[in-house]
């Protein structure tokens, strides 16, 4: 039996106006930096959030916590992801985080890694939803700027507590909710339960925008559950890596409900070209360059006759080299898609 949600909510976030049936990308830890989400917000991304960064270490004045706090105006609107576990770091970081004017805050109730959790944060808060009210309020009363969190339906298959979260988070006053349809028990296996999501959705007493994620990795899946489980937007995470074009091609499929051309080779090194070159920018060359090895395979999934060129991609230490190898890459006959 399909649950269908009652009327449309604008998705409106505090003062931040969005498109209808908004497409936003999820922070992912080692991946949703700058250079990342600059190309995401390019191919069509309507909202962003940073990679999540620990209370702690921003208290703490970490270099690589504060380094996440990098936004740029283009990105915008553009939040920064905080988690922990305690009410005063939480607070703490928070006015930190607002120093340099995001849009909005966000808080991670969802991470499943175990060394997140066994700190009492991230989705290990499922587990005390008490304290996850506090927490959320720790942070609301020390911020102007909007509060959404990101959570999952529950613990486990057993302690699935989705719909009473959500309506004791939007009594302590956040603006949005995005929930992952997994358990933490399930980390990232198996399939995304959306149904919960939609009751939540359905909910009357629910009135913030509800945004769903989990498993959405095509034009055709984003039409379906739309229609399906009536959420505001869509929260999109690992489908997007290697593959910024996804929030147009889901835009245009719901729009005219025709495909656009998948991203030539051209396109494809193009994209990695830009990412690395970006990434080298902000984090220093050989950072950049290490740091963007991963990514060369997602950008050209199901390239025949790459493995030659991947090799050199992720051995080389030169930046003109690797530059001159993706000009090469996009122009070689004997590589198709």
Not at 26 to 37: G, K, Q, T, W
Request: proline letters at 5%.
């Amino acid at each position: 039996m399909l649950i269908f949600a009652k009327n449309f909510i604008l998705p409106k976030i505090g003062n931040i106006e969005l498109p209808k049936f908004p497409l936003l990308l999820a922070p992912m830890e080692d991946v949703s930096d700058p250079p990342f989400r600059r190309l995401c917000k390019i191919h069509g991304a309507d909202l962003m959030y940073s990679e999540f960064i620990s209370s702690e270490g921003l208290i703490r004045d970490a270099i690589k916590s504060r380094k996440k706090l990098d936004i740029f105006d283009y990105e915008r609107p553009v939040g920064i992801q905080i988690f922990g576990g305690d009410e005063e770091a939480m607070a703490l970081s928070a006015k930190i985080v607002e120093t340099v004017q995001p849009d909005l805050v966000d808080i991670n109730f969802g991470c499943p890694v175990k060394k997140v959790v066994c700190k009492g944060a991230g989705a290990g808060v499922l587990k005390d939803i008490d304290l996850m009210v506090r927490l959320t309020k720790a942070v609301i009363e020390s911020t102007h700027l909007p509060v959404t969190v990101k959570t999952r339906l529950g613990w486990d298959n057993d302690s699935i507590n989705i719909q009473e979260v959500a309506e004791r988070l939007q009594e302590t006053g956040i603006k949005a909710l995005s929930i992952h349809g997994r358990t933490r028990a399930q980390m990232y296996k198996g399939e995304a339960d959306w149904t919960e999501i939609a009751k939540v959705k359905a909910n009357p007493n629910i009135e913030i925008p509800i945004f769903g994620n989990g498993d959405i990795d095509s034009p055709e899946k984003a039409l379906e559950y739309k229609k399906k489980y009536g959420v505001d937007g869509i929260m999109i995470g690992r489908a997007a890596i290697g593959n910024p074009w996804i929030f147009n091609q889901i835009k245009h499929f719901l729009k005219t409900g025709e495909h656009l051309p998948d991203p030539t080779l051209a396109e494809r090194a193009e994209a990695a070209k830009n990412h690395l070159t970006w990434a080298c920018e902000w984090k220093g060359e050989r950072t950049g360059i290490l740091e963007t090895r991963m990514h060369y395979t997602n950008y050209f999934k199901g390239v025949s006759h790459f493995k030659p060129y991947r090799q050199k991609l992720v051995t080389s230490d030169n930046l003109s080299e690797l530059i001159d190898i993706l000009d090469d890459v996009s122009q070689f006959e004997n590589l198709e898609i």
